[in-house]
């Protein structure tokens, strides 16, 4: 645990992106397989069980201290984070009969952390986490509360963990980012075999890591030659790469999960499909000729059985954007236009009307490409992607071989009535605001954000917020409508669990309108406007 805990440190201690990945080889270079295996589980965030609850880890250390609930309450105003205000005041709240141990972190992991699911009293749960404060130092102690809280996160993105993990063992980062694509399980073989130079069987199951579109430089895309690009719809729904092998289908998120029970319909189309090949596509609700909003997609996340209701209520259609595997074979570094005249033979012999290709937009100049992105909307789509016709399938965003090219937001004007404090560096700013809209004389909430402003404006809008409290509602704030807000959004949907009855999809802060007073602020009529126009 301590050479962990001294790598976390390391990391967190430094903005310099060439420091970490040097931390970060040095304890893969030096660390035994047996605990580099779970410091690689818990630095790509491969955990997300919680053990412990926040609260009964603040009920443990209120328990064994002499501090009042009001003052603790006061310092997690401040940092944000109960496990580290624990980590910090037991500074100063020595336990008796402390000892100063150096448990290995697999122990930790294996052994001594799943010790709290066989307790059965509360005060031997008590007692439990006690000991294992006493038996570490008070960074140790905030890692071990972040991980039994199943919040524990480090200042280093996968890439670059990834990035260090390959220079401490000569293995490529792309290789390394295809093996830890899926089931990863923090043993010692599953590490070996990570780092092996021999090839290694991917299990059936096992996806491609996902290229990602980045941003697109308008000005310096004028200039490229259009007949050397493809353009295609930026459709609104779950990207995912669908696996056919050894004679199943599986379905992965860009988010690393395994999807294939939300989705049968899919599995159903894909099972008359050759084995070895893999496709990276986009799954969208879709009715007649267009999709459905991104609400009917969440109605199958996360569940474990999709009823036929569900099915009939929300048809899903699996858009084919590319081919990443064919017949057993790797084609990542074949040229784009090689790899779609491989899927489109594939699709050729194997029809399904629950299978369809992504279609290639003609355009012969950038001021077509801005027409259709100006329509992206009648289509149902969110915008373009514009793409190499001789680029290959990359690892993560690269730029200059895939662009995406968004619609602009859908907006409105709204006014501030909530505001909440933020959590971690932000605890002590209030950064979480509500924003309502005017029915009749009301103000009614429609939409919650927190980005979009900038540190000025943030410490601004905090200090006139303290000023100008109305009432409290524990750690929400209503203050006197004063202030309007231009609030952008990708989508917009009916809402009965909404006050306002609509929902909107990814709300954020475009500008601060100091020049609009809140009689001019948006009417929830305008925004059922824009829902009738997005539906059609």
Known sequence: MKRFTELFQAIDATTSTNAKVDAIRQYFAEEDAANAVWALYLLLNKTRRRLITSRVLRDVYLSISNIPEWLFKDCYSHVGDSAEVIALLLRDTPLEGQLASDIPLQEWMEQIIPLVKAVETEEERHELIVSWWRSLNDYEVFVLNKVLTGAFRVGASAKLVIKGLAAA?????????????????????????????????????????????????????????????????????????????ADEVFIWSRGEDLVTEQFPEVVEAFQSFPNGHVLDGEILCWQGDRPLTFNHLQKRLGRKRVTKKVMAES?????????????????????????????????????????????????????????MRARSREAGAEGLVIKAWDSPYLVGRKRGYWWKYKVDPMTLDAVLIYAQAGSGKRANLFTDYTFALWKGDDLVPFA?????????????????????????????????PTHVFEIGFEGISESKRHKSGISVRFPRILRWRTDKPIEEADTLASAQELLKAYQQ
């Open 169 to 245: 063992s000569g293995i490529p980062e792309a290789v390394l980012a295809h093996r830890l694509m899926g089931e990863f399980e923090p043993t010692v073989e599953f590490y070996e075999n990570l780092l092996s130079e021999e090839a290694i069987e991917a299990a059936p199951s096992q996806p491609y890591p996902f290229f990602l579109a980045s941003q697109i430089d308008e000005e310096k895309f004028r200039e490229e030659d259009h007949r050397q690009w493809l353009a295609e719809w930026k459709w609104d729904g779950i990207r995912a790469q669908v696996i056919k092998r």
């Open 315 to 371: 048809p899903v259609r699996f858009i084919a954007y590319d081919l990443i595997e064919h017949t057993s074979h790797d084609i990542r570094e074949k040229p784009l236009r090689d790899r779609k005249a491989l899927l489109l033979e594939l699709l050729d012999k194997n029809p399904d009307d629950r299978i369809d290709r992504s279609v290639a937009l003609e355009f012969s100049s950038f001021e077509d490409l801005e027409a």
């Open 448 to 480: 919650k954000a927190y980005s979009g402003l900038d540190n000025e404006e943030i410490e601004k809008l905090d200090r006139w917020i303290r000023r100008h409290t109305i009432e409290r509602f524990g750690p929400v704030r209503s203050v006197k």
